[in-house]
């Protein structure tokens, strides 16, 4: 500590409490073609923020250690590992977390890392070259400030991955993640998949547990990647930020994707040999971008999702923006086989477009629940276990249909609602169920030129409403009145007001229904 070393040809063994080399305070440390093994904690340790590091760690053998062989949190200065072999470490071969060198200060080169318990490298930025990984669960993995390269200067890549429990995906650890997440992969991963886990950890003076993305800190992911979560160390694998932002626009050619470790369609088949199980929906948490505590405190209401597809999780997707507005359209997003809800869009206004959303096993494809303020747009939400839709401003131009309950289904609502252009088809109860209550507006409910087919129940069941331009057909019974049925002075003075509808070949056409309780003129 506090002092500048070189240790060469050095043996440190069976140290049986702690660290082989220690440094703590101020050391800055080079080891050349010494043999460090057999320590009960780590192998070498450097602790960043007390300002400690190692310069260079070259030609030696770091193994059979009880955490990892190298270990620095929080380095601050550049580092080379340079024709080490480490080895059969009970974590990983070596893991440095920074938050501000770049892969130009830090470099593996030219290192052998084998049958490590968790990764071989684990790193924040740096330059991998000519490494082999074998025999590890992991190759690399990637967790703190992104922005890794592959290739030296002249383009030689020269890393190679050999009989790792997850040989071609790079791994990525939920924890302080920021920068660029690229899909540049080492020339032999050929997936083009990430195997993330969520960190469980709380972050310090946050309070923030398990978050990918710190608070006030960004995420841009590239085009084209893959996520696939695991359900495995730590947690569930959900990933997300509390008031941090996450940027994942994707294009209609390479969309990214966040998925099962299990699903073979994205990135090929990347789990364990002996993993013969298929992806299924509550293999792993889902996507977050959280207000933390509703106080509009931090940027994730900035967050940008677009040409985005979610599979296999229990939460598609899951919004709290603390009664603020979600900046950006949720555009061209996908969400299928969710085990609770496709989509969950609370403490907020946001507008979704242009979505498919289905085979929703538990609940309801898009649910608002708590203060969402949500408008629907030229989307599809079928095949629902429950309900298509909960709470909405506007559903416009989208296809609703096979849900297991309701297409559209909003009880209590506070403010009016527009539903226009949809085809509402096939669900097992309501085509539209819609109950606004105490609206001072003079229009609660437009309800206009839907086609409403095939409902089990009634095509539309609503308080009072204009319904015009709808052609209802092969419903139980094509309408019903719930609730406030009137409001004087204004159109629906008398009760619902209708125009230009179709009415024809349902059950029971020629009877309106009234449905539960009800207030005023019909």
């Given at each position: 500590?506090?002092?500048?070393?070189t240790?060469?040809n050095?043996?440190?063994?069976?140290?049986?409490?702690?660290?082989?080399?220690h440094?703590?305070?101020?050391?800055d440390?080079t080891?050349?073609?010494?043999?460090i093994?057999n320590?009960?904690?780590?192998?070498?340790?450097?602790?960043?923020?007390q300002?400690?590091?190692f310069r260079?760690?070259s030609?030696?053998?770091?193994?059979?250690?009880?955490a990892?062989?190298?270990?620095?949190?929080?380095?601050?200065?550049?580092?080379?590992?340079?024709?080490?072999?480490?080895?059969?470490n009970?974590?990983?071969?070596?893991?440095?977390h920074?938050?501000?060198?770049?892969?130009?200060?830090?470099?593996?080169t030219?290192?052998?890392?084998?049958?490590n318990?968790?990764?071989?490298?684990?790193s924040s930025?740096?330059?991998?070259?000519?490494?082999?990984?074998?025999g590890?669960?992991m190759?690399i993995?990637?967790?703190?400030?992104?922005g890794h390269?592959?290739?030296?200067?002249s383009?030689?890549?020269g890393n190679?991955f050999?009989?790792n429990?997850?040989?071609?995906?790079?791994?990525?650890e939920?924890y302080f993640?920021k920068?660029?997440?690229?899909?540049?992969?080492?020339e032999?991963?050929?997936?083009g998949?990430y195997?993330?886990?969520r960190y469980?950890?709380?972050?310090?003076?946050?309070?923030?547990?398990?978050?990918?993305?710190?608070k006030?800190?960004?995420?841009?992911?590239a085009p084209?990647?893959?996520?696939?979560?695991?359900d495995?160390?730590?947690?569930?694998?959900?990933?997300?930020?509390?008031?941090?932002?996450?940027?994942?626009?994707?294009?209609?050619?390479?969309?990214?994707?966040?998925?099962?470790w299990?699903?073979d369609s994205?990135?090929g088949d990347?789990?364990?040999?002996?993993?013969?199980?298929s992806?299924?929906?509550?293999?792993?948490?889902?996507?977050?971008i959280?207000?933390?505590y509703?106080?509009?405190?931090?940027?994730?209401?900035?967050?940008?999702?677009?040409h985005?597809?979610?599979?296999?999780?229990?939460?598609?997707?899951?919004?709290?923006?603390?009664?603020?507005l979600f900046?950006?359209?949720?555009?061209?997003?996908s969400?299928?086989?969710?085990?609770?809800h496709?989509?969950v869009?609370?403490?907020g206004r946001?507008?979704?477009?242009?979505?498919l959303?289905?085979?929703t096993?538990?609940y309801?494809?898009?649910?608002?629940?708590?203060?969402?303020?949500?408008?629907?747009r030229?989307?599809?939400?079928?095949?629902?276990?429950?309900q298509?839709?909960?709470f909405?401003r506007?559903?416009?131009?989208?296809t609703?249909?096979?849900?297991?309950k309701?297409?559209?289904?909003?009880?209590?609502?506070k403010?009016?609602?527009?539903?226009?252009?949809?085809?509402i088809?096939?669900?097992s109860?309501?085509?539209i169920?819609a109950?606004v209550?105490?609206?001072?507006?003079?229009?609660?409910?437009?309800i206009?030129?839907?086609?409403?087919?095939?409902?089990?129940?009634?095509?539309?069941?609503s308080?009072?409403?204009i319904?015009?331009n709808?052609?209802?057909?092969?419903?139980?019974?094509?309408?019903?009145?719930?609730?406030?049925l009137s409001?004087?002075?204004?159109?629906?003075?008398?009760?619902?007001?209708?125009?230009?509808?179709i009415?024809h070949?349902?059950?029971?056409?020629?009877?309106?229904?009234l449905?539960?309780?009800v207030?005023?003129?019909?």
């Amino acid at each position: 500590e506090y002092g500048r070393y070189t240790v060469a040809n050095a043996l440190v063994e069976n140290t049986q409490r702690y660290d082989g080399i220690h440094s703590y305070y101020k050391g800055d440390v080079t080891v050349r073609s010494s043999t460090i093994r057999n320590s009960k904690s780590q192998g070498l340790f450097a602790k960043g923020d007390q300002g400690s590091f190692f310069r260079e760690v070259s030609n030696s053998i770091i193994e059979n250690n009880g955490a990892n062989g190298i270990h620095t949190l929080n380095l601050g200065s550049a580092s080379t590992l340079l024709g080490n072999t480490i080895q059969n470490n009970s974590q990983n071969g070596v893991s440095y977390h920074h938050d501000d060198l770049d892969s130009t200060d830090v470099f593996f080169t030219g290192n052998v890392l084998s049958n490590n318990g968790q990764s071989g490298i684990r790193s924040s930025a740096a330059n991998f070259v000519d490494n082999t990984f074998e025999g590890n669960e992991m190759g690399i993995s990637l967790w703190g400030k992104l922005g890794h390269r592959y290739t030296d200067e002249s383009g030689v890549d020269g890393n190679t991955f050999t009989g790792n429990t997850y040989n071609n995906v790079v791994g990525l650890e939920g924890y302080f993640l920021k920068g660029i997440l690229s899909a540049t992969f080492p020339e032999t991963i050929t997936s083009g998949a990430y195997m993330f886990q969520r960190y469980d950890y709380y972050s310090e003076g946050t309070n923030q547990r398990g978050v990918a993305v710190s608070k006030n800190d960004t995420l841009t992911i590239a085009p084209g990647v893959i996520i696939k979560a695991w359900d495995g160390r730590y947690s569930d694998g959900a990933f997300g930020t509390n008031d941090g932002m996450i940027v994942a626009e994707g294009t209609e050619s390479n969309p990214i994707i966040f998925t099962s470790w299990r699903d073979d369609s994205a990135g090929g088949d990347t789990d364990a040999v002996d993993d013969t199980v298929s992806a299924k929906a509550n293999d792993w948490g889902g996507l977050f971008i959280h207000d933390r505590y509703n106080d509009n405190d931090g940027i994730a209401k900035h967050s940008r999702l677009s040409h985005v597809q979610i599979k296999y999780a229990v939460y598609g997707l899951d919004l709290e923006m603390g009664e603020q507005l979600f900046t950006d359209e949720l555009d061209h997003i996908s969400i299928s086989n969710s085990f609770h809800h496709g989509m969950v869009l609370e403490y907020g206004r946001y507008t979704v477009t242009n979505a498919l959303i289905e085979h929703t096993q538990r609940y309801d494809g898009i649910h608002s629940y708590y203060k969402g303020d949500v408008t629907v747009r030229s989307s599809t939400i079928r095949n629902s276990k429950s309900q298509g839709d909960s709470f909405f401003r506007e559903v416009s131009n989208s296809t609703i249909e096979n849900n297991n309950k309701s297409g559209l289904y909003i009880n209590d609502a506070k403010s009016p609602m527009t539903f226009q252009n949809n085809v509402i088809s096939n669900n097992s109860e309501f085509g539209i169920f819609a109950n606004v209550t105490e609206a001072t507006t003079d229009t609660a409910l437009t309800i206009a030129g839907n086609r409403i087919e095939n409902n089990q129940l009634v095509g539309i069941a609503s308080s009072r409403a204009i319904i015009l331009n709808d052609t209802l057909t092969g419903n139980y019974y094509p309408i019903a009145t719930t609730g406030e049925l009137s409001k004087v002075e204004t159109i629906n003075a008398n009760g619902n007001y209708y125009e230009d509808n179709i009415i024809h070949s349902n059950r029971i056409d020629s009877v309106s229904v009234l449905f539960g309780t009800v207030k005023g003129k019909i």
